[in-house]
Nanobody, 113 residues
Framework: QVQFVESGGGLVQPGGSLRLSCAASGSMFSIYAMGWYRQAPGKQRELVARISVGGSTVYADSVKGRFTISRDNVKNMVYLQMNSLKPEDTAVYYC???????WGPGTQVTVSS
């Protein structure tokens, strides 16, 4: 089974950038599509970006053109580069396989002036 530890979150001003990292443990990482999810207060968790084993990507409309997902199958890492951040991007961000496995602790992203 794959487990995850997310990092890289923080407080950033609108228009700023952050790069999130996800370290995955487990031997099955390289056979799964991966996703970055987020959950804002009072809202359901949503998938914002996904990447296939081969590197094909799909983004939610709300982040398209601003976020970039990538993966390193040798290092068992997944990344989310977030640019032009908006207050509505404030949430706890999680990585996980598709379909999902056990959730990690997530990393808090707060976009505020």
């Amino acid at each position: 089974q794959v487990q995850f530890v997310e990092s890289g979150g923080g407080l950033v001003q609108p228009g700023g950038s952050l790069r999130l990292s996800c370290a995955a443990s487990g031997s099955m990482f390289s056979i799964y599509a991966m996703g970055w999810y987020r959950q804002a207060p009072g809202k359901q968790r949503e998938l914002v970006a996904r990447i296939s084993v081969g590197g094909s990507t799909v983004y939610a409309d709300s982040v398209k053109g601003r976020f970039t997902i990538s993966r390193d199958n040798v290092k068992n890492m997944v990344y989310l580069q977030m640019n032009s951040l908006k207050p509505e991007d404030t949430a706890v961000y999680y990585c996980n396989t598709i379909p999902v496995a056990t959730w990690g602790p997530g990393t808090q992203v707060t976009v505020s002036s």
